[in-house]
């Protein structure tokens, strides 16, 4: 599925399409610490294509035909509500028009690899799944953007916890940044950057993101069943 849901009121939702997905890397110091990397002088900015999309999560087959170490990142995720190019700050506020909680699966191994060698992250970001999300909320129904509690568990244990206070780039900054590079139109989302604490997921795991009191993610990594091509 390639929209997602923003929810307006207790019974009302709205589908959007989604458009382009940016990530936003090395975003919290304590993440930046636990990778032995060094923080930016601006976003560090990838993309994931609108395949990689998972809206409400559910299930993933485990990408083992890619990799022997699969990650979760919980993040914030922002929904972007009109066109923007070359954003003042205020018009990077008013355009978030919306806020989920998603996982930017990340292919370490092939990151790793990525980064030794100097080349892209797009697979180990972009893959066919790497961004559950969740359903979103209204902006203006969250409370401040930068005051967001975000915590991930796996199997019912506390993997990574933190607040959207840590970030070294606001909402504001990095929208404002997205639009200056690429341009940003209604129904691009970008992930925000995750707290410490990353690490694997396996077969059978179930992944559950939380941000603030009312939005969930849960995922559950499941192994591939092979069918027999019929000749
Ligand atoms: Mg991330």
Redesign the pocket.
């Known amino acids: 599925m390639t929209e997602i849901s923003l929810i307006h009121g207790p019974h009302t939702s709205e589908s959007i399409p989604v458009g382009s997905i940016y990530?936003?890397?090395l975003?919290y110091a304590d993440?930046i610490a636990e990778m032995h990397s060094t923080r930016a002088e601006e976003p560090v900015v990838f993309i994931k294509p609108a395949t990689a999309l998972l809206s409400g999560g559910g299930s993933l087959d485990y990408p083992a035909h890619l990799s022997q170490c699969l990650h979760h990142?919980v993040?914030m995720v922002l929904l972007v509500g009109q066109p923007l190019w070359q954003a003042t700050a205020a018009e990077a506020q008013s355009a978030i028009l919306g806020v989920g909680v998603g996982f930017?699966l990340?292919l370490r191994d092939r990151q790793s690899e990525a980064k030794a060698k100097g080349r892209p992250w797009s697979v180990a970001?972009g893959f066919k799944g790497s961004a559950p999300v969740s359903q979103f909320l209204r902006t203006d129904t969250v409370g401040p953007l930068q005051n967001q509690n975000l915590r991930l568990t796996v199997n019912g244990q506390l993997r990574q916890q933190g607040n959207t206070a840590q970030m070294l780039f606001s909402c504001v900054e990095i929208v404002q940044y997205v639009s200056t590079v690429f341009a940003l139109r209604r129904g691009d989302l970008i992930?925000t950057?995750?707290p410490e604490g990353?690490s694997e997921l396996n077969i059978g795991d179930l992944a559950e993101g939380r941000l603030g009191e009312h939005l969930h993610l849960g995922l559950e990594i499941t192994a591939k069943i092979r069918t027999e091509a019929k000749l």
Do not use: A, L, Q, S
């Open positions: 990530g936003i890397g975003n993440h990142e993040e930017d990340t970001k992930f950057g995750t990353v």
